[in-house]
């Protein structure tokens, strides 16, 4: 395997007027292409915030990532944006789903807004509908579906630029526990049939236990292993 994320010495503060919170404070962290990575923590230690910056999403107030060999924030923010839709694809424990469009016509949204044109945004979601099993429910409306549909529909509109990357923030946070083992066989079919990288941050101990590796945020830092 060839390593797709570095990241180095990350620090993140954030200040208010009556004080400084420090949430990540120099931590490392690299992951192979094909790798599922699982990130486990208590609420509130910053496991949402390292995802964001991983994603570019949020700059730290120090450190370096590095994606498929690109300084993310060596980047002015118009190519980190660009960088960050067509490289990244992003998994929120809320699925975020346009109510007013179909399933597919929001797994092809980020297509469509890196600059795809129509036909191919087309072709590229129907193919992930198709991946994720939900073929048969294409046209239907968010409020039609299912939370575990929901959620998959989510997985495909993270995947339809081909990331190289997919940074999952609680996936399964919502759902039942039969959606949310539906919703993990996805994840490792998807990573077994094209060698997708997650790195997924999740209370699911389940899920933890069943990644490549398993790291836990604490006091600003990884951790291999679930750590008491």
Do not use: Y
């Amino acid at each position: 395997m060839s390593e797709v994320l570095r990241a180095v010495g990350l620090s993140k503060t954030f200040r208010s007027s009556t004080e400084e919170i420090r949430v990540l404070r120099g931590l490392d962290l690299s992951v192979e292409r094909g790798e599922i990575v699982a990130v486990v923590g208590a609420s509130g230690v910053g496991k949402s915030t390292l995802l964001h910056i991983l994603g570019g999403l949020e700059r730290p107030t120090s450190g370096t990532v590095m994606l498929d060999s690109v300084d993310l924030f060596a980047q002015q923010d118009r190519e980190l944006a660009r960088i960050r839709s067509l490289s990244v694809g992003f998994v929120f424990q809320f699925h975020h789903l346009l109510r007013e469009f179909s399933a597919l016509e929001n797994v092809m949204m980020p297509a469509l807004i890196a600059g795809a044109d129509r036909a191919a945004a087309s072709q590229a979601a129907a193919a992930l509908m198709r991946e994720v099993g939900l073929w048969e429910r294409r046209t239907h409306r968010p409020v039609k579906l299912s939370g575990g549909e929901q959620q998959r529909v989510a997985v495909a509109r993270a995947l339809v630029n081909d990331p190289d990357i997919v940074l999952a923030d609680e996936p399964s946070g919502n759902l039942d526990r039969a959606h949310s083992q539906a919703l993990h066989n996805l994840i490792w079919q998807l990573r077994d049939r094209k060698g997708q990288t997650f790195v997924i941050a999740t209370h699911d101990l389940e899920l933890a236990e069943r990644a490549d590796r398993t790291l836990t945020l604490a006091d600003g830092r990884l951790r291999e292993g679930i750590v008491a």
